[in-house]
């Protein structure tokens, strides 16, 4: 194998990238669309949620168990329904989220210091999404509940007393403010690669069959791989820029901060657009027209690295088989680096057996195309 040789299908290539008029839509506008799309289209944010009430008992005590629930951010009071049949009508069309259900007598059995029942409806068509409103809604009924309690207890006692002989206090690490966009833009970004350098690289090896030109590399003196790696490197350098640009997108246009290392960050990015490149040259083996390799490279990046990569889900909490496929795909290793890169500052020696997988799948995929690139 001859660098000469690479080097000379590398400029080739390149010449064709710069004449190629959709070189632009494909290299720069289709990553910053997804970007664009995916960080502000996935979030795990659940504020306003829309709330509304029955109030059958009418009274001071019951307005301020309401108030509790609407005079927070986490809820906004859009009804006072009339029935329990309205309310399930709201919640059937999708129009609410929480449903709150005072009884009557409910302030007599306060004063009485009997147990007072409050019925809560939550939607929970989305567990996610139903289990943080559940938190939101105990959390809130928490602190009535305590205000109610001291209120009474120092009209018997004359004076209040400490609830909580033990206070806790949380900090948030590595998220302080729990923006979804602090874990989800960053999560995007190995999406994103995982895709874009695949495609590029499948059209590219299929348009030279459609086109014929493919036979130049079967009568030349050049080997498979010298072939294989000339084709790649101007898509490995488009895509590392790429991951630049997207970097940058996301500290600038969504104000994720880097606290990371750059290095760490380009090392890991250049090995996996590698290996995602690398997915396209092995699509491309068995593909005779493009519209054939892009939709087999959509599903075999794109769908997988949504899934399996972290950004929606963490793996600890898939089922077995799940986690055993995400470990397959190396979106999932270069999540972990990449978000250890923009919240952790891990350095790179946390991310020793990540890079290694990421060089192992690497060799792995160039080596089957390698090998799958016949030449007669």
């Known amino acids: 194998m001859k660098l000469r040789r690479i080097r000379a299908v590398a400029l080739c290539e390149a010449r064709q990238l710069r004449r190629d008029p959709m070189l632009p839509i494909r290299a720069l506008g289709v990553p910053i669309t997804l970007m664009l799309l995916f960080g502000y289209g996935i979030t795990f944010d659940v504020e306003q949620l829309p709330t509304a009430v029955i109030d059958h008992d009418r009274s001071a005590t019951s307005r301020e168990y309401i108030q509790a629930f609407t005079g927070n951010r986490s809820f906004d009071l859009v009804r006072a329904a009339a029935s329990e049949d309205e309310l399930e009508d709201l919640l059937r069309q999708g129009q609410l989220r929480l449903a709150l259900v005072i009884p009557p007598g409910f302030e007599r059995e306060v004063f009485r210091s009997r147990p007072a029942s409050v019925q809560i409806l939550i939607d929970g068509v989305y567990p996610y999404r139903a289990d943080i409103t559940r938190g939101y809604a105990l959390t809130a009924h928490a602190h009535v509940a305590e205000a109610i309690l001291k209120e009474r207890l120092e009209a018997r006692l004359g004076a209040a007393p400490e609830l909580r002989p033990i206070e806790v206090r949380t900090r948030y690490l590595y998220n302080e403010d729990l923006r979804s966009a602090n874990a989800v833009v960053p999560g995007v970004i190995p999406v994103v690669l995982m895709m874009t350098p695949a495609v590029m690289m499948a059209v590219a090896i299929v348009r030279e069959k459609e086109l014929g030109s493919i036979f130049n590399f079967l009568a030349s003196p050049a080997t498979r791989a010298e072939f294989v790696l000339g084709k790649l490197v101007p898509y490995v350098a488009i895509s590392l820029w790429n991951a630049i640009l997207l970097a940058a997108m996301a500290v600038v246009v ?3 901060h880097f606290k990371g290392s750059p290095l760490l960050y380009l090392v890991s ?15 491309s083996a068995f593909s005779r027209s493009q519209i054939a390799a892009t939709i087999g490279t959509f599903v075999l990046t794109l769908l997988p690295s ?14 077995p088989t799940g986690r055993v496929m995400a470990h397959l795909f190396p979106g999932m290793y270069q999540n972990k680096i990449v978000i250890g890169a923009f919240l952790k500052n891990l350095p790179m020696s946390a991310f020793t057996n990540e890079l290694l997988i990421l060089l192992l799948f690497a060799a792995t995929t160039l080596g089957a195309g390698i090998l799958l690139m016949r030449k007669r």
């Open 269 to 283: 990015s250049a090995i996996y657009v590698t290996a995602t490149a690398s997915i396209g040259l092995l699509v």
């Open 306 to 319: 949504f899934l399996y990569s972290g950004v929606l889900m963490p793996i600890a909490n898939m089922e």
């Open 254 to 256: 969504f104000d994720v």
